[in-house]
Every structure is written in structure tokens, then in C-alpha cells.
């Protein structure tokens, strides 16, 4: 049995996962996403991923991004290694762009801020 906080809502149920074969009880849910989510955490564990990216502008060193889709929690470090790579040249608009399907994950890296906006 294993033991996790469901982080789908503000609520952090405390959820209990026991398996059976490729089956999954999972109590302390108080929803059935909670149920998916511990699911997935047995199976699959997905992320998302907000963080920053280094500019040439003087007056926004750094702009805020976020990936655009959740990935597999184990590909963040590698996630993070291609973005810290990255210094941005161009403005850019909230929601634009930045990695198009970075890693090759179906996920692009977009600007989560509109401060580069022309």
C-alpha cells in the first residue's frame, strides 16, 4: 500500500492506493479525480512545469513560461536543462512559443507573461 496527498484541488485528500494485479483500490478520495490522480501516480506520473528564460533585455532579464501540456515527471530535470539553453532573443507575446514540442514530448514551452510583448 502507498500512501499520497491528491493535488487535483485545494482539498488534499489523503489517498490510500493498494494493488491488486494490474487493479487499483484507491480510498481517502473525496472525487473520482482524486481516483484517477492516484491512478496515474501509480502508472504514469504526469507533470506541468512553470518556470523562467533568460532574455537579452535589459529591462526584463528573465520572462516567466510554462509548458503548454503535463509531461512524465521523470523527464522535468531534462525539460529544464533544454529551457536553461535557451536565452531569448526576440519579443515576445503571452502564449507565444518559446521550445515548439520540447524534447519531443507534445509539449511546447510558451511565454506566460506579456512584459516582451511588441
Do not use: W
Not at 500512501?3 to 478520495?29: A, M, Q, S, Y
Amino acid at each position: 500500500m502507498s500512501e499520497l496527498v491528491c493535488i487535483v484541488c485545494p482539498r488534499g485528500c489523503t489517498l490510500k492506493v493498494e494493488r491488486e494485479g494490474d487493479t487499483f483500490h484507491v480510498t481517502g478520495n473525496g472525487c473520482k479525480r482524486g481516483e484517477a490522480f492516484a491512478v496515474s501516480e501509480q502508472t504514469a506520473p504526469m507533470r506541468t512545469l512553470c518556470t523562467t528564460v533568460r532574455t537579452v533585455f535589459p529591462g526584463v532579464p528573465v520572462l516567466p513560461v510554462k509548458l503548454s501540456a503535463e509531461i512524465p515527471r521523470d523527464q522535468i530535470f531534462p525539460v529544464m536543462e533544454a529551457v536553461n539553453a535557451v536565452t531569448l532573443e526576440k519579443p515576445v507575446a503571452m502564449g507565444g512559443v518559446i521550445l515548439e514540442n520540447v524534447l519531443g514530448l507534445g509539449a511546447d514551452v510558451v511565454a506566460a507573461s506579456g512584459l516582451l510583448a511588441e
